[in-house]
């Protein structure tokens, strides 16, 4: 289902708090509006979590080589599958050569010749590099591997695209991008830099709440966001 807050519509919303409707030309353009968009909306789903998957995808693994490349738009994942239905289980690079800091995080520890050891892949590191996962052991064979998790929103490039986070989220967008369009040191601008903290500090709370709304659906089985827009 299409979200009711469209790009135009969150714009026009931003016109109206912001007394900016009689134009063009106005003092904040649809295009400046839309990168604010396209950056509050990011910020949200990042910082909180908000876009999950719409499924499982795959991407293959080549024998001898430690490195996959997922799909670009991957924030965070919370499960890797082999092809033979064995999990693999994400550790962050920080702790990786940290026996005691990855079982406090993880539960379990790598060895200490995870970089050379080749076999099954256990564990996969997702943050070692911004576009490549590495996997460990290395593995001996080509095979398939299924992921989900967690997703950033596209970008937002015209009054007609999609805003991916759902309604409940989205109602609340139109916060940061007036924070950041009183923000705009220029003549022809709306800086106001009272009205920017203003704004900010709204939008800071609604993200907050945006985060405790979704943890609440997903702990007591409500509906769950789900991320298509591939």
């Not at 920080?94 to 050891?117: E, N």
């Not at 139109?174 to 709204?202: I, Q, S």
């Not at 993200?207 to 789900?226: F, I, Q, T």
Request: one cysteine or more; a negative charge.
């Amino acid at each position: 289902m299409a979200s009711i807050y469209t790009p135009g519509k969150l714009i026009g919303k931003c016109r109206t708090l912001a007394n900016d409707k009689i134009g063009p030309p106005f003092f904040v353009t649809d295009e400046e509006y839309l990168d604010f968009l396209s950056q509050r909306q990011r910020e949200a789903a990042v910082e909180q979590l908000l876009l999950r998957s719409a499924g499982v995808y795959s991407v293959q693994a080549v024998a001898m080589s430690p490195w996959v490349t997922p799909l670009e738009n991957m924030l965070k994942i919370d499960r890797l599958v082999r092809n033979d239905g064995g999990l693999v289980e994400p550790v962050p690079f920080s702790v990786a050569d940290d026996a005691q800091r990855c079982r406090q995080y993880s539960g379990f520890s790598l060895p200490s010749d995870w970089r050379s050891r080749t076999g099954t892949p256990q564990w996969v590191i997702t943050d070692m590099t911004e576009d490549r996962w590495r996997l460990a052991p290395i593995p001996t064979e080509d095979m398939l591997l299924g992921y989900e998790g967690y997703v950033v929103p596209q970008p937002v490039t015209s009054v007609t695209d999609t805003v991916e986070l759902p309604d409940e989220y989205a109602q609340h967008l139109h916060l940061g991008m007036l924070a950041d369009a009183f923000n705009v040191e220029d003549e022809d601008a709306m800086y106001d830099p009272n009205k920017a903290l203003e704004y900010l500090n709204r939008w800071e709370a609604a993200k907050l709440g945006m985060g405790m709304a979704y943890e609440r659906n997903r702990r007591h089985g409500g509906r769950a966001v789900r991320y298509g827009g591939l």
